[in-house]
């Protein structure tokens, strides 16, 4: 057991949990009983806010473990976090503020809303929630294997289902100050945890290096290290299967990101068009920050870092290996804030993660389907109830099932939110696509990718499917023909998967203009989609 | 409101700088290991500086358009009788 840095990451975790309670009398509303207000924040972050609760919600504790963990393992390819993160805001810089003003409009409070807007389908948007749901569920679970990977570092790594009860503690505590502060707890406490990783990242890069003899010594180390491994794929640079892969996995994760419903949570509570325009200036901050922790994975390798074995399934966990390298290289009280910075880094995202699922949940299925006429203080009540077992829905999954599992699952999410893109972003600009499409591309591109998934299999970790989401080109098949031959360059599967998608919209698209098929009713008017904060067509907050 | 005359899109040309950083998708111009640079291969130093390129792609858009009054990608063709409303 390491005191020095359990009492320094016990102090920082109460330090926010009294924070994430205090919360609720932050900014206050006139109430909390509605969605805008609980589920929101009062829909009125102003530029600072947004950049540390977006950047606290993007770059989870799950990226801060698992992206240098990648780089140990697979060398170049787990630097695709990097384009990743920068292409991201010049995408997305247009479609955003489009999709905050039809928002800020109509009152729309998830993705799932707009779209049944738009094309006035309430099947569609159930098909955009649970899309959301399912991908945004093992995303919760993962920033449990974040925090957990810090709690066993400090010597919490009991075995069997003891082992996962500090873990199970602090996810009750944040379930609970979620629940009655709402977006305004992880809002407030993405302050302290931003600031913690961007204390420890810079002492990180600064001191580490200069102990293992500089950024050229640490290169020529992980070099020969993957010189040594009988694996050609991994190594400094990438290889010749690997670019394609490199490149739209960079891209596919790119365009996956803001279709997530929590990424859009944090959008929709900002203030204004110019709060999200000087966020996607600013946000690439946490980019560079991205960047330089990922070649904290080489570091480890210099210094001989060992991965600690998880005593719960008994296998070596490679997602320890950033926190063991601050333990053995750090003092201890340093160590403990570093762990503390990961493992608020979890709490964050988590709660906005299950705040964004409660979201959909409420407006898309149970005001849809269950409850009709439920009030505002209802659907409050509801989203509420939801977060909670969204949680431990979250907690249950990594206590009770292989965590290896939620990786697999966070693999899907990634492939299925992707999915949703030609009737989410794409309906931003034209309602070209027909309704019936956007649903047959949806169950194209959904059951093509989940089917690509199946088939990569990686024989090195004894695996036949599931295995990653590097798919060879050999492996496409259009019924028994494959236009690719044998080919082992790697795609990432998503980007696949979205062409299907694309493609049967398309068609079906053209079947249905020919055929008049009626398209659904639109509630925006093109307009909308321009609205600022000033504007008098905003729709109040927190009213009926 | 439908007063409000304005179409569903807005051009500038200016958005045009969106698409630059993603030239850094391009692998093949960068994974080399040499020139370093404070012992990083040129891999990293150069997906580094798309850090700063994007930065400054995004912020020229929206410093650019941020006054820009709204294009309505149609002239305007108000009717005699349009103008005149404000005489009756």
Redesign the interface.
């Given at each position: 057991m390491q005191w020095t840095e359990l009492i320094v990451f016990s102090a920082l975790f109460l330090l926010v949990t009294v924070m994430g309670f205090l919360a609720a009398r932050w900014q206050k509303g006139d109430t909390l009983e509605h969605l805008d207000e609980w589920g929101l924040g009062g829909r009125k972050f102003g530029s600072w806010i947004t950049w540390f609760l977006v950047g606290g919600d993007l770059y989870t504790a799950y990226t801060f473990v698992a992206v240098p963990a990648l780089m140990f393992g697979a060398g170049?390819l787990g630097?695709y976090a990097?384009?990743y993160t920068?292409?991201l805001?010049?995408?997305v810089?247009?479609p955003l503020v489009r999709m905050w003003s039809v928002s800020r409009v109509h009152g729309y409070v998830t993705p799932a809303d707009f779209v049944k807007g738009r094309y006035g389908s309430h099947w569609l948007a159930l098909i955009i929630a649970v899309t959301g749901i399912v991908a945004t569920m093992p995303y919760i679970a993962l920033q449990l294997v974040g925090l957990e990977a810090v709690l066993r570092s400090m010597g919490l790594n009991g075995s069997g289902i003891l082992g996962h009860l500090p873990l199970f503690i602090a996810f009750l505590i944040l379930a609970l100050y979620t629940y009655q502060s709402g977006l305004r707890a992880p809002a407030l406490i993405a302050f302290v945890k931003d600031i913690l990783i961007y204390l420890v990242i810079l002492v990180a890069i600064i001191y580490l290096p200069s102990k293992f003899g500089?950024?050229?010594?640490?290169?020529n180390d992980a070099q020969a290290k993957f010189d040594a491994t009988p694996s050609k794929a991994d190594g400094?640079?990438?290889t010749g299967t690997n670019?394609l892969q490199?490149?739209t996995l960079?891209?596919g994760s790119a365009l996956a990101l803001f279709l997530y419903p929590h990424s859009l949570t944090g959008i929709l509570a900002s203030r204004g068009r110019?709060v999200i325009?000087?966020n996607?200036?600013a946000l690439?901050a946490y980019?560079?920050l991205l960047?330089l922790l990922a070649?904290l994975g080489f570091v480890a390798i210099s210094a001989g870092t060992k991965p600690i074995v998880n005593q719960a399934t008994g296998r070596p966990d490679t997602n320890t290996i950033v926190p063991e390298l601050f333990g053995a290289n750090f003092p201890s009280w340093f160590a403990g804030i570093a762990f503390a910075a990961i493992g608020i880094g979890a709490l964050v995202p988590a709660a906005i993660m299950s705040i964004a699922a409660a979201n959909l949940w409420t407006r898309n299925v149970y005001k849809e389907y269950i409850k009709k006429a439920a009030t505002p203080a209802e659907e409050a009540k509801q989203a509420k109830l939801a977060s909670l077992v969204v949680k431990f829905g979250a907690v249950a999954f990594i206590v009770f099932v292989d965590p290896q599992f939620s990786i697999d699952l966070q693999l899907m999410g990634g492939v299925m939110i992707l999915q949703t893109l030609p009737a989410v972003a794409i309906a931003l600009?034209?309602r070209w696509f027909h309704v019936y499409a956007l649903v047959a591309g949806w169950f194209a591109g959904m059951g093509y990718g989940m089917w690509l998934l199946y088939t990569i299999g990686n024989p090195a970790i004894g695996k036949a499917h599931f295995a990653g989401s590097a798919l060879p080109l050999g492996n496409i098949s259009i019924f028994g023909w494959h236009p690719f031959g044998a080919s082992t360059t790697q795609i990432y599967v998503g980007i696949i998967a979205l062409f299907v998608n694309l493609l049967v919209a398309v068609v079906v698209t053209l079947i249905a203009k020919k055929a008049k098929w009626f398209n659904g009713t639109d509630q925006t008017?093109?307009?909308d989609?321009?609205v600022d904060e000033d504007n008098p067509?905003v729709k109040p907050i927190a009213a009926h | 409101?439908?007063s409000?005359h304005?179409?569903?899109?807005?051009w500038s040309n200016w958005?045009l700088?969106?698409?630059?950083?993603?030239f850094?998708?391009?692998?093949?111009w960068f994974?080399?290991?040499e020139p370093?640079i404070?012992?990083?291969?040129f891999?990293?130093w150069y997906?580094?500086l798309?850090?700063v390129l994007?930065?400054v792609?995004?912020?020229l858009?929206?410093v650019k358009t941020?006054d820009e009054p709204?294009v309505t990608g149609k002239p305007d063709k108000l009717g005699v009788d349009d103008l005149d409303e404000g005489a009756n």
């Amino acid at each position: 057991m390491q005191w020095t840095e359990l009492i320094v990451f016990s102090a920082l975790f109460l330090l926010v949990t009294v924070m994430g309670f205090l919360a609720a009398r932050w900014q206050k509303g006139d109430t909390l009983e509605h969605l805008d207000e609980w589920g929101l924040g009062g829909r009125k972050f102003g530029s600072w806010i947004t950049w540390f609760l977006v950047g606290g919600d993007l770059y989870t504790a799950y990226t801060f473990v698992a992206v240098p963990a990648l780089m140990f393992g697979a060398g170049a390819l787990g630097f695709y976090a990097l384009p990743y993160t920068i292409i991201l805001y010049p995408l997305v810089f247009l479609p955003l503020v489009r999709m905050w003003s039809v928002s800020r409009v109509h009152g729309y409070v998830t993705p799932a809303d707009f779209v049944k807007g738009r094309y006035g389908s309430h099947w569609l948007a159930l098909i955009i929630a649970v899309t959301g749901i399912v991908a945004t569920m093992p995303y919760i679970a993962l920033q449990l294997v974040g925090l957990e990977a810090v709690l066993r570092s400090m010597g919490l790594n009991g075995s069997g289902i003891l082992g996962h009860l500090p873990l199970f503690i602090a996810f009750l505590i944040l379930a609970l100050y979620t629940y009655q502060s709402g977006l305004r707890a992880p809002a407030l406490i993405a302050f302290v945890k931003d600031i913690l990783i961007y204390l420890v990242i810079l002492v990180a890069i600064i001191y580490l290096p200069s102990k293992f003899g500089g950024w050229g010594e640490i290169f020529n180390d992980a070099q020969a290290k993957f010189d040594a491994t009988p694996s050609k794929a991994d190594g400094i640079l990438l290889t010749g299967t690997n670019q394609l892969q490199y490149a739209t996995l960079a891209l596919g994760s790119a365009l996956a990101l803001f279709l997530y419903p929590h990424s859009l949570t944090g959008i929709l509570a900002s203030r204004g068009r110019n709060v999200i325009k000087r966020n996607m200036v600013a946000l690439p901050a946490y980019s560079l920050l991205l960047g330089l922790l990922a070649l904290l994975g080489f570091v480890a390798i210099s210094a001989g870092t060992k991965p600690i074995v998880n005593q719960a399934t008994g296998r070596p966990d490679t997602n320890t290996i950033v926190p063991e390298l601050f333990g053995a290289n750090f003092p201890s009280w340093f160590a403990g804030i570093a762990f503390a910075a990961i493992g608020i880094g979890a709490l964050v995202p988590a709660a906005i993660m299950s705040i964004a699922a409660a979201n959909l949940w409420t407006r898309n299925v149970y005001k849809e389907y269950i409850k009709k006429a439920a009030t505002p203080a209802e659907e409050a009540k509801q989203a509420k109830l939801a977060s909670l077992v969204v949680k431990f829905g979250a907690v249950a999954f990594i206590v009770f099932v292989d965590p290896q599992f939620s990786i697999d699952l966070q693999l899907m999410g990634g492939v299925m939110i992707l999915q949703t893109l030609p009737a989410v972003a794409i309906a931003l600009y034209t309602r070209w696509f027909h309704v019936y499409a956007l649903v047959a591309g949806w169950f194209a591109g959904m059951g093509y990718g989940m089917w690509l998934l199946y088939t990569i299999g990686n024989p090195a970790i004894g695996k036949a499917h599931f295995a990653g989401s590097a798919l060879p080109l050999g492996n496409i098949s259009i019924f028994g023909w494959h236009p690719f031959g044998a080919s082992t360059t790697q795609i990432y599967v998503g980007i696949i998967a979205l062409f299907v998608n694309l493609l049967v919209a398309v068609v079906v698209t053209l079947i249905a203009k020919k055929a008049k098929w009626f398209n659904g009713t639109d509630q925006t008017d093109p307009s909308d989609y321009h609205v600022d904060e000033d504007n008098p067509r905003v729709k109040p907050i927190a009213a009926h | 409101m439908p007063s409000e005359h304005k179409t569903g899109l807005r051009w500038s040309n200016w958005n045009l700088l969106l698409i630059l950083p993603l030239f850094m998708l391009i692998t093949p111009w960068f994974n080399q290991d040499e020139p370093r640079i404070f012992g990083l291969p040129f891999f990293y130093w150069y997906q580094f500086l798309f850090v700063v390129l994007g930065v400054v792609c995004v912020g020229l858009v929206y410093v650019k358009t941020k006054d820009e009054p709204v294009v309505t990608g149609k002239p305007d063709k108000l009717g005699v009788d349009d103008l005149d409303e404000g005489a009756n």
